[in-house]
């Protein structure tokens, strides 16, 4: 009965600390940059419906001018092709000059993405970022981000094609298991020194 109830309470903590999650810390409408959160590329090296709509989306801001440089971020993970050449690639294919593109080919987890994102700012002594990524993902992106010494704000890349709700239950319950790993082992032990 005590692991039932253990398990339940921090099932609802990650969830509640999911729909708590602060959304930014800043009202900046102009960045620095745009950090573009990594998704797998497919087994032939082309961008998923998911990471092509992160691009698409990246994209559609820096043509408004939310910034003058996108960071992709996102190494190797789960095939051979590093996620964040892939989005570059993709980028520059939708007209992106590539003198505005960073990439970031290391990261192996959303942690990653925003320490080695922001290790990268501060390199270049830029200090506010809008993440872009999937609405899903975004929750737990801002938990990361708001311990990080950066002006941010989550911005939400709506998904090219209609997700059913299965899809979207399932990345909700997959979020939220990663957000009980996050509070309790990642943000303790892995820490981000950007």
Same mark, same amino acid.
């Given at each position: /009965?005590?692991?039932? %109830? @253990?398990? #339940?309470? %921090?099932?609802?903590?990650?969830? %509640?600390?999911?729909? @708590?999650?602060?959304?930014?810390?800043?009202? *900046?409408? +102009?960045?620095?940059?745009?950090?573009?959160?990594?998704?797998? #590329?497919? !087994?032939?090296?082309?961008?998923?419906?998911? =990471?092509?709509?992160?691009?698409?989306?990246?994209?559609? =801001?820096? $043509?408004? &001018?939310?910034?003058? +440089?996108?960071?992709?971020? &996102?190494? #190797?993970?789960h095939n051979r092709f590093v996620e964040a050449e892939v989005m570059a690639r993709t980028a520059e294919a939708q007209g992106i000059p590539q003198s505005a593109v960073v990439v970031e080919?290391?990261?192996?987890?959303?942690?990653?993405?925003?320490?080695? !994102?922001?290790? *990268? /700012?501060?390199?270049? $002594?830029?200090?506010?970022?809008?993440?872009?990524? !999937?609405?899903? +993902?975004?929750?737990?992106?801002? *938990?990361?981000? !708001?311990? @990080?010494?950066?002006?941010?704000?989550? +911005?939400?890349?709506?998904? %090219? $094609?209609?997700?059913?709700?299965?899809?979207?239950?399932?990345?909700?319950? =997959? =979020?939220?298991?990663?957000?009980?790993?996050? @509070?309790?082992?990642s943000r303790p032990i892995e820490r981000c020194e950007p």
């Amino acid at each position: /009965m005590a692991g039932v %109830l @253990l398990i #339940a309470g %921090l099932w609802c903590w990650g969830y %509640l600390a999911r729909r @708590l999650a602060p959304g930014g810390n800043t009202d *900046l409408t +102009h960045f620095d940059a745009i950090v573009v959160l990594g998704d797998p #590329a497919d !087994s032939d090296g082309n961008p998923t419906p998911t =990471e092509l709509a992160r691009v698409t989306e990246a994209v559609h =801001e820096y $043509e408004r &001018g939310a910034a003058q +440089h996108l960071i992709f971020t &996102g190494g #190797a993970v789960h095939n051979r092709f590093v996620e964040a050449e892939v989005m570059a690639r993709t980028a520059e294919a939708q007209g992106i000059p590539q003198s505005a593109v960073v990439v970031e080919p290391e990261a192996r987890d959303t942690i990653q993405n925003a320490c080695y !994102s922001v290790r *990268l /700012m501060k390199a270049r $002594e830029w200090g506010s970022a809008e993440v872009v990524s !999937s609405p899903w +993902h975004l929750e737990r992106a801002g *938990l990361i981000f !708001s311990r @990080l010494p950066v002006a941010w704000r989550t +911005h939400a890349a709506p998904a %090219l $094609e209609p997700e059913s709700g299965i899809f979207r239950d399932a990345k909700g319950f =997959e =979020e939220t298991l990663k957000t009980v790993r996050y @509070l309790v082992w990642s943000r303790p032990i892995e820490r981000c020194e950007p």
